[in-house]
């Protein structure tokens, strides 16, 4: 059996998939107790069925949060809506459960890892104060 649960916190709307990594170790380890290297097809299937998984907490939170704020509008950004089952995924649940919601998302190639976004927008004010000590300097 390949697959694992679903599990996520019912009070909010943030992503942790500590749980699901711990699950997928300790299912990696049980395996290859028996065979130590694990054969190609059950690399695949587990990789599979952690997806799997994964997506449908994301779904599940996306809905409630659809459903609990009446959104009108879904943006979906970073590097995991570059997924092409993710976002087939959200483009049959929007045009499916939430017709009147509009779906936004980057055209692949720029579904980035957001970290590359948050590091430029940390790097702009330290530009700015480095940018400003040089043009003091000047006038001294």
Do not use: W
Request: proline residues 4%; aromatic residues 12%.
């Amino acid at each position: 059996n390949r697959k694992f649960c679903s599990f996520f916190i019912l009070t909010n709307f943030q992503f942790s998939f500590s749980g699901l990594k711990t699950a997928l170790l300790y299912k990696v380890k049980d395996l290859q107790n028996i065979e130590k290297v694990l054969p190609f097809q059950t690399k695949a299937d587990l990789a599979y069925a952690y997806q799997d998984a994964a997506f449908n907490v994301i779904e599940k939170k996306t809905k409630r949060a659809l459903y609990s704020q009446g959104a009108r509008s879904l943006f979906i950004g970073g590097g995991v809506i570059a997924n092409r089952l993710l976002r087939n995924r959200f483009e049959t649940i929007i045009h499916a459960e939430f017709p009147a919601c509009t779906l936004f998302t980057p055209q692949p190639q720029f579904a980035t890892d957001n970290a590359v976004m948050i590091a430029l927008a940390h790097s702009i004010p330290l530009l700015s104060e480095e940018r400003g000590r040089d043009e003091g300097s000047e006038h001294t």
